[in-house]
């Protein structure tokens, strides 16, 4: 009796769904298409990825540095004491931003690419050429200043969720 219920309850949502479902099919079919149209995407977000691994691991040994960097002055009891300079805790403080915000900027500059490339072949089909450099180039260019803006107002919503996550 249940499976015949649970059957019948399915079988209606999925009535009245139907509009709703042929919808999501037909958005996956055009994704699907335009993925293989613009398969030079995957190349470019590999690009991004290292680009940013490279820059990301620059970012982190300079913060390492910085902690490192410490004073070693005369102590009472051992001889000797280190001590951290206070300009390394504003660097520390400062690299710790720049480093959120710069991934965060990777990822925002990625997902603005794929989504200004797939948006020109859309609305403009197969045949306009370019779309990526041309997404590449509003990314840094025209857009730059929202890209940054965006990348740091969601680093700092998202260390605030994880901070009432922790707290809460």
């Known amino acids: 009796m249940y499976p015949c219920a649970f059957g019948a309850v399915l079988g209606i949502l999925f009535f009245l769904w139907r509009d709703t479902l042929r919808l999501c099919a037909k958005l996956f079919q055009i994704t699907s298409k335009g993925i293989s149209e613009n398969a030079t995407l995957l190349p470019v977000n590999i690009g991004f990825a290292?680009?940013?691994?490279?820059?990301?691991?620059?970012?982190?040994?300079?913060?390492?540095?910085?902690?490192?960097?410490?004073?070693?002055?005369?102590?009472?009891?051992?001889?000797c004491d280190v001590s951290?300079?206070?300009?390394?805790?504003?660097?520390?403080?400062?690299?710790?931003?720049a480093y959120g915000w710069f991934v965060f900027f990777v990822l925002e500059a990625r997902t603005y690419v794929i989504a200004d490339t797939m948006s020109h072949w859309y609305w403009h089909g197969a045949e306009a050429s370019g779309r990526i450099t041309r997404a590449i180039k509003h990314a840094f260019l025209s857009h730059f200043g929202t890209l940054a803006l965006g990348a740091i107002l969601l680093w700092i919503i998202e260390m605030l969720r994880k901070r009432a996550k922790k707290w809460g």
């Not at 390492?64 to 005369?74: K, R």
């Not at 300079?85 to 710790?96: D, L």
């Open 50 to 79: 290292v680009v940013g691994f490279i820059i990301q691991i620059g970012l982190l040994a300079m913060w390492v540095l910085a902690i490192t960097n410490v004073d070693v002055v005369a102590g009472e009891a051992l001889g």
């Open 84 to 97: 951290w300079p206070s300009s390394n805790r504003a660097y520390c403080a400062f690299g710790s931003l």
